[in-house]
């Protein structure tokens, strides 16, 4: 018996065990690929299903695109019976959680940013864990001059994370504050 094989050998071996399994996949491309496409579409799907509607409690939310906006949003599935819509925030990746909201019971969805850590946050932007608190509804009151632009006023925005100061000349100037007074941009 030998044990070494020359590479003459191998390559050779190599070749007919290769040569029967493209074989196999050739006969049964079709299928194959079938069945690829059916996984993938049913990936898509899970990837895309937030959770139950909280409003209409049939339908199901789902991530949809906007051809128009150019943007990601929120729906339930039962549309037009339940119009049901949520932002989303942009240049993120969503992920669903199947995380419930003990505040409000709405689903809660993973936002994750570039060179930021992973937030999960409810898609409820009337949730009471997003009230403002006694500072933030002083500086929704205070009349601040931004100190970017010098002509704008500071005032009270509410995003899918929750509160900040942003100049009201947006989009010509685009000056961002944290509520403690931190700049954001």
């Known amino acids: 018996m030998r044990l070494r094989l020359s590479s003459e050998e191998i390559l050779d071996e190599a070749k007919t065990i290769l040569t029967k399994l493209l074989a ?5 491309e079709k299928e194959i690929g079938k069945e690829l ?3 993938t579409i049913e ?3 899970q990837e895309n299903t937030i959770g139950k509607c ?3 409690k049939e339908g199901i939310l789902k991530i949809m695109y906007s051809k128009k906006n150019k943007s990601k949003f929120i729906a339930c599935n039962k549309y037009p019976e339940c119009n049901t ?3 989303l925030p942009g240049n993120a990746l969503i992920k669903n959680t199947d995380l419930v909201c003990v505040e409000c019971n709405y689903p809660k969805i993973m936002v994750i940013k570039k060179g930021r850590r992973p ?3 409810c898609i409820n932007n009337e949730c009471p864990s997003k009230k403002l608190t006694p500072e933030e509804e002083r500086l929704s009151k205070e009349e601040r001059v ?3 632009c010098g002509k704008g006023k500071m005032v009270l925005r509410k995003s899918v994370y929750g509160s900040f100061l942003a100049c009201n000349q947006y989009p010509k100037c685009r000056n961002i504050e944290g509520i403690n007074g ?3 941009e």
């Open 54 to 56: 909280p409003k209409c």
């Open 182 to 184: 931190n700049k954001k």
């Open 146 to 148: 931004c100190s970017k």
């Open 85 to 87: 819509t949520f932002g």
């Open 119 to 121: 937030q999960t946050i």
């Open 24 to 28: 196999h996949f050739k006969k049964h």
């Open 43 to 45: 990936t898509r799907e």
């Open 37 to 39: 496409g059916e996984a």
